[in-house]
């Protein structure tokens, strides 16, 4: 995983390659629980950025109000 800042679309594009790659049956166990790891992080980076994202849209529809 890249220690740049992913967009949200990028962080989905690793997890399907992620996904992928531990749907191939080609992995190590090891390499398997550290893709899964990265996953993980992934994910919880995703739920960050989309959390972060309704709050600001709920900001807005309330001034709108």
Same mark, same amino acid.
Request: glycine content about 0%; proline content about 0%.
């Given at each position: 995983?890249?220690?740049?800042?992913?967009? !949200? +679309?990028?962080?989905?594009?690793?997890?399907?390659?992620?996904? !992928? +790659?531990l749907q191939s049956g080609e992995l190590s166990l090891e390499d398997s629980f550290k893709k899964y790891e990265d996953g993980m992080k992934l994910i919880k980076k995703c739920n960050e950025t989309i959390?972060?994202?309704?709050?600001?849209?709920?900001v807005v529809e309330t001034d709108d109000e």
């Open positions: 995983m890249a220690a740049k800042k992913m967009s !949200l +679309e990028e962080c989905f594009e690793s997890l399907d390659d992620i996904i !992928l +790659e959390d972060k994202v309704e709050k600001k849209l709920t």
